[in-house]
């Protein structure tokens, strides 16, 4: 500890009043009143401009735990790298969200939840360490702090401001105001008194107790150039005072635990419980092994794409949620849950090292979700994601819903038979994209037995039932010596261009006799 500086003095290293004292902080955001047990959780994302998974897999995590407690879940935008700032990022964020339908709580009384529009709390807080001597103004400059690092680096130290190194940590008041009066604004940095060669003990409520070296670095509180915090110092007073109990966050962070941990030591406050996540993995096509999946090689890694694509979007949280709660898919179709809200994980249960994303484990959601659904919400998904994402073709097949409904709606009515091909919405449109005439591509490789479809023109009749329809197929064959299958393969050939549909009656049905009748003379040409 150092001597705590005087209020006026305070007040011009910070550049102006702080606005509450601690205990008016306290009472502004008292603690929640929720039932025992209530996880608050949050998001907290740095507006990137981009949504990776990973980040969509921590919402899941935090909302899910939320939701089962009967807590809160809160979106906290830490937009104090204003550097880094990116237009639309934010909104890239809340739309993402809302296309999965997460929601998180924003308590108005909490708030506000930009970082950025927080500055008089963590000058507030920021003041009250200065007073207590375990913070202080600091004017390294940039090229200061690359001396002292080549130095440490020359002479084998650990490089860093701390100790010996850190040259302002123990600045009388004058020569502050020395600084001070030549125009000079300070950084706020943590007047560390951790000691290396201690161990201190952190828990994370999945890994157990970890212990770890003392923090001896003065680490930047509050930066020079713009007054705003680091993530550390507004990680310390938004978690105590937006009253979150768990910290969901990338493993990245674990490293930074025993100064988090010194941090609320130091304010008196107990830490929340933390949790950190593993990355979300895939195996590199290259090499075959496990790595981080990234931005740039990786388009699932992006939310964005996945949306893009016409991924269910219940598919995709069903999926990560089943990378977080592995019980979940057994139950799921046993039919003891009927989606991840109505499922209770244990929080013991996330996996701690690489979890795989695999786009196959994906797909197999992804039929499921779409082989359950009803054919109104498939409809209304696709037409959704032929108007947001679609190409010409698409929004021209979303253009009649009827027709639509009615080609969608084949080989769903028996629960016992639901067809399973639809992956996603893009998929759904292209593997259903024969029944429009403009998307119809004929089979030129196909050899058609003339004889089958010059029989069958003759005697067809869409309003024949499906009995009579088969009799009608079973006489051409038997006629023609050949089997039953014949007849159909070359009539399925000729509507739909393929040799591998659905049920070929009902095909007809939507198809309606115009068109059926127009194909098969179109094969005879
Ligand atoms: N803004 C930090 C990040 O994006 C948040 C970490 C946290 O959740 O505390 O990594």
């Known amino acids: 500890m150092r001597n705590g500086l005087k209020p006026d003095l305070i007040e011009r290293v910070l550049g102006g009043k702080p606005k509450y004292t601690l205990s008016e902080l306290e009472e502004k955001f008292p603690p929640r009143d929720l039932p025992d047990g209530a996880f608050v959780t949050r998001f907290a994302p740095s507006p990137t401009g981009f949504m990776h998974i990973g980040g969509l897999y921590q919402v899941l995590i935090n909302s899910k735990l939320a939701q089962q407690s009967h807590g809160v879940f809160m979106l906290r935008i ?36 930009y970082q950025s529009q927080r500055r008089d709390i963590y000058h507030s807080v920021a003041a009250d360490l200065l007073a207590r001597g375990l913070a202080y103004p600091c004017f390294l400059t940039a090229a200061d702090m690359e001396e002292i690092r080549a130095k440490q680096s020359a002479a084998g130290f650990p490089t860093g401001i701390y100790g010996e190194f850190a040259r302002d940590r123990d600045l009388t008041d004058d020569e502050i105001i020395a600084h001070l009066d ?104 290259d090499t075959g092994k496990q790595r981080k999946l990234s931005k740039r090689h990786d388009p699932e890694a992006n939310v964005a794409n996945l949306l893009a694509s016409g991924w269910p979007v219940a598919a995709v949280l069903e999926y990560l949620f089943n990378i977080i709660a592995s019980g979940y898919e057994e139950a799921k179709l046993k039919g003891a849950v009927k989606n ?106 196909f050899e058609f037995n003339r004889d089958l479809l010059n029989e069958f023109l003759s005697t067809f009749n869409i309003n024949d039932d499906k009995d009579t329809w088969w009799n009608k197929i079973v006489a051409i064959a038997n006629t023609a ?9 070359n009539l399925r050939v000729a509507i739909t261009g393929r040799t591998n549909t659905p049920d070929l009656y009902s095909i007809m049905q939507v198809m309606g006799e115009k068109r059926v009748l127009s194909r098969v003379q179109g094969a005879l040409k």
């Open 78 to 113: 830490e937009d104090t790298d204003t550097k880094r700032e990116v237009k639309d990022a934010v909104r890239i964020i809340v739309d993402s969200l809302a296309q999965f339908g997460l929601q998180y709580n924003n308590d108005e009384k909490y708030g506000p939840y």
């Open 182 to 285: 030549k125009g000079e604004i300070p950084s706020i940095r943590l007047y560390s008194t951790g000691n290396p060669n201690q161990r201190i003990f952190c828990k994370d409520a999945v890994r157990g107790s970890i212990s770890f070296p003392e923090n001896n670095e003065d680490l930047v509180l509050i930066k020079s150039n713009d007054g705003l915090p680091t993530y550390h110092f507004a990680h310390l007073c938004d978690d105590h005072f937006m009253r979150t109990t768990h910290v969901v966050r990338g493993a990245e962070w674990l490293s930074s635990l025993p100064l988090h941990y010194q941090l609320f030591r130091m304010m008196g406050w107990t830490p929340p419980q933390y949790i950190h996540t593993s990355t979300l993995d895939t195996i590199d096509a």
């Open 340 to 445: 991840i809200w109505e499922y209770e994980f244990r929080p013991k249960k996330i996996p701690m090292s690489g979890a795989l994303f695999d786009m196959k484990k994906l797909e197999w959601w992804a039929k499921e979700n779409i082989a359950t659904m009803s054919v109104s919400d498939l409809v209304n998904n696709v037409v959704a994601w032929a108007q947001k994402y679609g190409e010409s073709m698409h929004i021209a097949q979303v253009k009649d819903v009827d027709y639509l409904t009615r080609v969608l709606s084949i080989e769903r009515d028996n629960p016992k038979r639901i067809r399973k091909d639809f992956i996603t919405w893009r998929q759904t449109l292209s593997e259903v994209a024969y029944f429009w005439d403009e998307f119809f591509t004929p089979n030129r490789d």
């Open 481 to 489: 010596g050949v089997k039953n299958g014949d007849v159909a393969m």
